[in-house]
């Protein structure tokens, strides 16, 4: 890993946090490392993560008042546009807090790349803090029968699964259209959108788990489960914090 600002902003801590993290567990067992600094890093994440999940969950509570807007000035884009604007400041929605978290989580999710994939087949003093020391002892790259270094389809398949189960928390399916409608470029592009999130995405993460290596998945499928738990927290606290939907206190 070559140094620069990603390295030092990114790779740097989140490779000296592994070998930490290697060095006090029992064993230096990679496995435990490894899911340990991925809710560290979701951890850090979880306040960005939060408003992006909970923002998701108003916004499909709100959608018959977002489709009585729409029907009402069908004829009117940019005064459709405007009220839908004003509906979401009303209750107190950010529409684009969700590309706010996919564009902080890029570079994080590279970077891990770059950890998991170089950086555990050779661990490199000199990429280290001064006050962090590389553990006295080989480091258990063994997990549950699966040697991390290595490819998993077992794992791959994991990470695909709770992949699936993770969109289909976060993305329901698209409504069905009223018996007579005709659907429109964009709710066929909607409804595209939705399928190819929804399968193909699962296989996408499976392919790419699979062909890195396991540590690749066990990180993805720990990630899912962070993801899956707070979906269903905030769908849990929805019934008294969106239901019915309240305007924001000013």
Request: charged fraction near 15%; charge should be positive; proline fraction near 6%.
């Amino acid at each position: 890993m070559e140094t620069g600002l990603f390295s030092t902003i990114f790779y740097q801590p989140l490779y000296n946090a592994l070998v930490f993290l290697i060095s006090v567990i029992p064993g230096g067992n990679v496995g435990l490392a490894i899911i340990l600094l991925t809710f560290i890093v979701r951890g850090a994440l979880l306040p960005l993560s939060h408003k992006s999940v909970v923002s998701q969950a108003k916004m499909r509570s709100l959608a018959p008042h977002l489709e009585k807007v729409k029907e009402k000035h069908k004829d009117d884009k940019q005064e459709q546009a405007r009220k839908v604007m004003e509906l979401y400041k009303e209750y107190g929605i950010n529409p684009f807090s969700g590309c706010l978290l996919v564009l902080v989580q890029f570079p994080i999710i590279l970077a891990l790349y770059f950890v998991f994939f170089k950086g555990l087949s050779h661990l490199n003093a000199d990429h280290l803090y001064s006050f962090i020391h590389l553990p006295s002892f080989a480091p258990s790259m063994m997990f549950l029968g699966i040697i991390l270094s290595s490819k998993s389809i077992i794992l791959a398949g994991i990470a695909a699964v709770t992949q699936y189960f993770q969109i289909k928390l976060s993305i329901p399916p698209v409504a069905p259209l009223a018996e007579g409608v005709k659907p429109t470029f964009k709710d066929d592009f909607a409804k595209s959108f939705n399928v190819q999130m929804r399968y193909m995405l699962p296989l996408i993460v499976f392919g790419v788990s699979y062909s890195i290596s396991a540590a690749i998945a066990l990180y993805w499928t720990t990630s899912n489960l962070f993801s899956i738990g707070h979906e269903l927290f905030v769908k849990r606290k929805a019934e008294d914090i969106l239901h019915p939907l309240h305007p924001r206190k000013q």
